[in-house]
């Protein structure tokens, strides 16, 4: 499967750099990965004709990144 630059960055962090997944995503990596637990069902999607469904971790990923971006905006 082909991997964009988001999901190598978070391979990456989330299995070496602990700290760097802290610093970049905000978020411990083992909560990250508890809330994948939990809600990773809910975040599953099929693929269509047209495109692949990203995958539930990336976007979890996508979503937490996003709200620690808007709480620097506010």
Same mark, same amino acid.
């Given at each position: 499967?082909?991997?964009? %630059? %988001?999901?190598?960055?978070?391979?990456?962090?989330?299995?070496?750099?602990?700290?760097?997944?802290?610093?970049?995503?905000?978020?411990?990596?083992?909560?990250?990965?508890?809330?994948?637990?939990?809600?990773?069902?809910?975040?599953?999607?099929?693929?269509?004709?047209?495109?692949?469904?990203?995958?539930?971790? %990336?976007?979890?990923?996508?979503?937490?990144?996003?709200?620690?971006?808007?709480?620097?905006?506010?």
């Amino acid at each position: 499967m082909f991997l964009g %630059h %988001h999901e190598k960055l978070v391979a990456e962090l989330g299995g070496d750099d602990l700290r760097g997944f802290r610093n970049y995503m905000r978020i411990l990596f083992e909560l990250f990965q508890e809330m994948l637990e939990r809600v990773g069902p809910r975040l599953m999607k099929k693929d269509t004709f047209m495109s692949k469904a990203l995958e539930p971790g %990336h976007r979890l990923a996508i979503a937490l990144k996003y709200m620690a971006i808007m709480e620097i905006l506010i």
